[in-house]
């Protein structure tokens, strides 16, 4: 009878899209912000007196959805073992989309984040797998001087997508890339021509290829496999081999980059993040002077 209880369960929670255990949930509390679901892991043993990093994590398709419960996926459940918090102590956050990442997202975690008491400023991070690390790259692009590193896994996007990636805006950026080589879902060639664009104009991305593997890589991103090749595009380029030990070090500073800093506000399509002169959602150059007037390309 009790086994069929627990069959029961588990076949619920498998329905429910619960990708970890009950624990690992009940340690991101539940909160909502302009609509939006997030959960949210506070740092172990919060200490009002000290900084804390912000880890923010990105969902794949298999999360999508408003139940804030399906965002939770594997990588969460190993950033929330007690000597990984223990190790590195950070804020995790966890929003639920029910759509592709867009620019609506990025104002709502910036909005969460700045509300968040005791964060370090300049050590905000962004990760996520599939869906989630395509939403990196779009993210990351859009507003390049506000996470410090940024770690997109399998995030080139599916094939019959339009490319999306300008490695010019988003070469100073501390980028860690994973990719399996056999990925039938989001190809990897995409990445490997980000990289090669990286390494040509100086960029700071690593690249790690898993080989042999298909598109269920999420959890090496934070574990490590020996199946791992890695690369780097120039010598500006952390060469520290632990993921979370790298990604903790990146510090957020000012960047010196090719294109004006964003300075008054106006819309772009989506309606939801300033741009005077800067770059849209797609990479493209965009410039105009009126203030509030809605651009759309």
Not at 16 to 29: F, I, K, N, R, S
Not at 231 to 259: G, H
Not at 264 to 287: E, R
Request: glycine share 8%; hydrophobic share 35%.
């Amino acid at each position: 009878m009790l086994f069929s209880v627990l069959v029961i369960f588990c076949t619920v929670q498998a329905a429910m899209g619960q990708a970890v255990e009950e624990w690992v949930v009940q340690l991101h509390e539940p909160h909502m912000y302009n609509n939006m679901p997030y959960r949210l892991m506070k740092p172990l043993n919060f200490d009002s007196e000290k900084k804390y990093p912000v880890i923010v994590s990105l969902h794949g398709g298999g999360g999508r959805g408003s139940d804030n419960l399906k965002q939770l996926r594997d990588w969460n459940e190993l950033l929330a073992d007690e000597q990984t918090r223990t190790d590195y102590p950070s804020y995790v956050l966890a929003p639920q989309a029910s759509e592709m990442w867009n620019l609506t997202h990025l104002q709502n975690i910036k909005g969460i984040i700045k509300e968040l008491p005791s964060v370090n400023v300049n050590r905000i991070y962004l990760l996520g797998h599939s869906m989630g690390g395509e939403g990196t790259y779009r993210i990351i692009q859009s507003d390049p001087e506000y996470f410090a590193a940024a770690a997109p896994s399998a995030g080139g996007g599916l094939a019959r997508n339009e490319e999306f990636i300008n490695a010019s805006i988003i070469k100073d950026i501390p980028i860690w890339a994973f990719h399996g080589d056999q990925d039938e879902v989001c190809p990897i060639e995409r990445d490997q021509k980000v990289f090669a664009e990286m390494q040509k104009n100086g960029g700071n991305m690593k690249f790690t290829t898993w080989v042999g593997d298909g598109h269920g890589v999420a959890p090496k991103m934070i574990t490590g496999s020996d199946n791992g090749i890695t690369q780097m595009s120039s010598d500006r380029c952390d060469p520290e081999p632990v993921f979370l030990k790298w990604l903790l070090a990146q510090k957020l500073t000012k960047r010196r980059n090719s294109y004006e800093k964003i300075c008054y506000y106006n819309f772009d399509a989506y309606n939801t993040i300033p741009v005077f002169f800067g770059f849209n959602w797609a990479g493209k150059l965009v410039t105009n002077g009126k203030r509030g007037q809605r651009s759309v390309y």
